[in-house]
C-alpha cells in the first residue's frame, strides 16, 4: 500500500477545519469552501506537517526493510 494512500483523508489535511456551532461540530475544507467529513477524501489533499513527518518516516523505514 502507498505510504499517502493510507493517511489521505480530510482530517490530515492543512485545510480541514472543525468549528464549534449551535448545532454541534461543523467540519469545513478551507480551500473547496464547503461541509466535509474527515474520512472524505479529494485529489487536493494536502499532507499536514505532522503527517508529512510520518509518512517520511514510515517511507524510510519501508526502504530500509527492502534493502534487507
Avoid: I
Avoid at 493510507?6 to 454541534?24: K, P, Q, V
Avoid at 510520518?54 to 526502504?63: H, N, Y
Amino acid at each position: 500500500m502507498d505510504v499517502a494512500h493510507r493517511f489521505h483523508c480530510c482530517a490530515s489535511c492543512t485545510h480541514f477545519r472543525a468549528m464549534r456551532t449551535d448545532e454541534g461540530v461543523k467540519t469545513v475544507c478551507a480551500r473547496l469552501g464547503y461541509e466535509t467529513r474527515p474520512t472524505y477524501q479529494f485529489h487536493c489533499w494536502t499532507p499536514n506537517d505532522r503527517v508529512q513527518k510520518r509518512m517520511q518516516e514510515m517511507g524510510a523505514r519501508a526502504s530500509k526493510e527492502r534493502e534487507s
